[in-house]
């Protein structure tokens, strides 16, 4: 076992749009467990859209990042060292174990650190399609749009952890399911490989007539539920098609984690329609996620819920891996592995 | 019993701003009930913002009102001739009678003639705090805003008839309640008369900060319900200050009626304080309104549910009331009175 632990702390906050300067990594010295606790050897970090909200000084999801603190993340690892009853050597784990290669834990913590069974589920999804992003697709779909079946529902950033959980899950309810992806790679893989009924490439549309266009076409009978990743004209689009009594679950706005506000052109609309628009945060609603895992592990352990991973390699590419995520450069699931 | 009656007709659709010339008084003979039928002598004549939704040709609320036609409205009066063994000569009665002196109704549809009681209840009431209004009120804050004792539910065009009513309702529920509307009479009415903790005077503040300024005084625990009657730069200001899981119930955008849409300046804000918009219809929930009207008149009749009426005299002035009223001349419920 190494005695050093590589960190990536965030060194300053980004005014506008974020780069490589804002994050420095550095070495820090390994302790053995003391009582209770246990090491971690994170194998994979995950890296989400939240963590720009929490890069901000300001009021966002939640508590901002500390500055010259090791960046917060999702992570699966193995247990290497344990002082806690609960946990052995070899012990597969997910947990909040941030940007770094190991982590030591208080694992009597409830919910600190959880153990996974990788027999029929890998390891690395329990940090996208079993993990947080499925649960968040989980609560937005069921818990708000709460779709019916026949009914149409719309996805932004289709091909995305969440995106793709989002409209399979719909499709399992019996739902339409029109997927919005940047290109038609992307665009292909939500048809294609995810069975969504369409998927429209935003970049062929640049403006809002385009884009509503090319969704009446994908939505003959209109928009009853929108999952909301994007934000910005994406949103006003899908309102322009919405029906009455239509659902969105706003789950993220990465349009405009840069600080500029991106304005909702027609508010109106949410009236003239009888629309509900719900603003979400997944870690806000921990008393569903065991019903939301149970579904989301055995749909992918039947092979029924599929997903893609952006895989970069070493903890020192995660600043670059999470600045590509933010400008739509993954595809699927974003992940770095450390191991 | 005079065999002429007067109606004012929708001449032309407004573009823009609505006029005086986009109506037309005719008169036109009245018939004696045929079997089944009833005549009404209307009293008392509603007018409503929901109506100016209805002079466009386009998607709005509902079917647009046809042009050359009398203008929809909702109307109090008295039975004067019935060959409708349910009413009788002398029965008071609220519908759907229009711009016009006297209804001719097939009373036999259900819903579309019901008697009220007027022993304790004035029947100009059964158009405000104890009809549509006050039904749109109770809709809104119970269904949608549901507040807890002790939470802060902010209204708008809190002096009229619906906001008047919610901030009435939600102060039975143990709620704290401000009020925001235009001038220092209103303000005063609604604090001092309606028993509304504190109004703001959106007069008095001309931009975003300094209205938001406002509320963050008058609000010091942040707000947890707003109900929308108005739209635009209030809206802003109010979802600037909403705290976690605040609901706002959309009835009404005033603001954006002429057809500009006005955006929504930062809907990030719906994600980041986890905020439920919904927009609603009262007349799409007629299965709540049996329990509505029963709180509501229960108010009225002992003195706990106060409104204010603006009553212009003789129909040929409801063009006039009604242009008032879209620019919050009215101060509480208008009214045409008829007779």
């Known amino acids: 076992m190494t005695a050093v632990n590589r960190q990536i702390l965030l060194a300053s906050r980004p005014s506008g749009e974020p780069g490589a300067d804002n994050f420095k990594l550095v070495e820090a010295p390994l302790s053995e467990p003391g009582p209770g606790q246990v090491l971690v050897r994170n194998h994979y970090l995950s890296l989400d859209p939240y963590?720009?909200?929490?890069?901000?000084?300001?009021?966002?999801?939640?508590?901002?990042?500390?500055?010259?603190?090791?960046?917060?993340?999702?992570?699966?690892?193995?247990?290497?060292?344990?002082?806690?009853?609960?946990?052995?050597?070899?012990?597969?784990?997910?947990?909040?174990?941030?940007?770094?290669?190991?982590?030591?834990?208080?694992?009597?913590?409830?919910?600190?650190?959880?153990?996974?069974?990788?027999?029929?589920?890998?390891?690395?999804?329990?940090?996208?399609?079993?993990?947080?992003?499925?649960?968040?697709?989980?609560?937005?779909?069921?818990?708000?749009?709460?779709?019916?079946?026949?009914?149409?529902?719309?996805?932004?950033?289709?091909?995305?952890?969440?995106?793709?959980?989002?409209?399979?899950?719909?499709?399992?309810?019996?739902?339409?399911?029109?997927?919005?992806?940047?290109?038609?790679?992307?665009c292909r893989y939500v048809v294609d490989e995810l069975g969504f009924d369409a998927c429209i490439d935003y970049k062929e549309h640049r403006d809002l007539k385009s884009l509503s266009g090319a969704l009446k076409t994908a939505c003959p009978e209109g928009v009853d539920g929108y999952f909301e990743n994007v934000g910005g004209m994406i949103l006003d689009a899908v309102m322009l098609r919405a029906n009455a009594f239509s659902r969105v679950a706003m789950c993220g706005m990465i349009a405009g984690y840069n600080g500029e506000p991106i304005p909702m052109a027609a508010p109106q609309l949410i009236l003239v329609n009888r629309m509900k628009i719900e603003g979400f945060i997944v870690s806000e609603h921990m008393e569903l996620w065991p019903e939301a895992l149970k579904e989301l592990g055995t749909l992918v352990a039947t092979g029924r819920l599929k997903y893609r991973e952006s895989v970069a390699q070493g903890l020192e590419n995660a600043p670059e891996a999470f600045l590509g995520l933010l400008k739509g450069r993954n595809f699927g699931k974003q992940l770095v592995k450390l191991i």
Do not use: C
Not at 124 to 153: N, Q, R
């Open 51 to 186: 963590m720009r909200g929490r890069m901000n000084e300001g009021k966002s999801y939640a508590q901002p990042q500390p500055l010259n603190e090791v960046m917060i993340g999702g992570t699966v690892g193995e247990v290497v060292a344990s002082r806690n009853e609960h946990f052995q050597v070899g012990d597969k784990v997910v947990g909040m174990g941030g940007w770094q290669e190991y982590q030591l834990v208080d694992a009597s913590q409830r919910g600190v650190l959880q153990k996974v069974d990788t027999t029929h589920v890998p390891l690395s999804a329990y940090l996208g399609a079993v993990g947080m992003p499925g649960v968040t697709a989980w609560y937005g779909l069921v818990k708000i749009i709460a779709p019916k079946a026949g009914e149409t529902v719309v996805v932004s950033a289709a091909s995305g952890a969440v995106g793709g959980a989002v409209g399979q899950l719909a499709k399992v309810r019996g739902a339409r399911v029109v997927g919005i992806a940047g290109g038609a790679d992307k």
